[in-house]
């Protein structure tokens, strides 16, 4: 390598933008020693989760650098609105073919952009040599008792999201111009490009449902096979309204048999499913008021699974429901 490991990560990971992105008061000890040290108050629990990226599957072979490193942090962090938490730092195992500065350089500079908008430090690492490989962890807290968990939905709460579905899905097929409406104006394109590769995580409104919210997840999967995570973890039916999903005015360019695949399995929306006592409810017009897209889309029911109307009331699901790696076709 032209540049040797430890020169690349200081030029290029060990920066101000990406070290002190946040207030670094949780960080006892960054990047430098065999590990970084976290305090955390005694009344917080530490939130973990890890993604991995890699090319083909999680973003296309053609990638804009700055444009992953945004997303590759912004899809991670997400995870940490799903649990109601509050960011406090990321790691970054990197696996590269070779070293590429201006590729480097470009990514940094994402990845600080996305640092600087969720808040959150980057504390360690690894960089390895490779084929293009990302593994993004993120550390969060949470005060005691209060994460938002899969496993609360009750009978009689409504279903809730958070934001448009389908806008991920219809974001990569502008990326890749795949069917691209002609009557889709260019400021609705850059729209759901954005929405694909610099997906807003909700933190802000993840925070709002502590000690409010029964359940809820991020959809990254599409919004079936994550409401039947909720459903199963929690033992109860989910009902969604097909009537009742928020699109964009971006998404309604397309077919309207197109978008309702999107919204249903499209995935990569990153907006907030959740379950809410009937008592909340009338909180849903205050944080839309506060600027949170949120819409009922649906109810909580004793049974198990998730249950769609169309129009024709509610029937159970057949067939694909979302993103799998593995399916059982590939066992
Ligand atoms: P070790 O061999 O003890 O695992 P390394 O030599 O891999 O440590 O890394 C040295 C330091 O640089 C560590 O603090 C590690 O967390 C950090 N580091 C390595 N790669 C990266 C990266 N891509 N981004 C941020 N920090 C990194
Ligand atoms: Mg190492």
Redesign the pocket.
Known sequence: MALD??A??GR???TAE?ERAADPSAIAL???????LLQLAADQQLVISTDSLLAGVHFPEQYPPAELGYRALAVAVSDLAAMAATPLAF????SLPKVDEPWLQAFSRGLSVAARDFAIN??????TRGPLNLGVSVFGQVPRGQALRRDGARGGDLLCVGGPLGDGAAGLAVVQRRDVPAGLPLVGQDYLQQRFWRPQPQLALGQLLRGVATAGLDVSDGLLADAEHIARASGVALHIDAARLPASEALVSWPERQQLEWMLRGGDDYVLLFTLPPAAKPRIAQWCAAGHAVSVIGSVHAGDGVLLDVGKGYAPLSGERGYQHFRSSDD
């Open positions: 490991e430890f690349l990560i290029y990971f060990r990406l960054g990047i430098g020693d065999d590990a970084a790691t970054l195992a990197l980057l504390i360690g690492g690894d960089t």
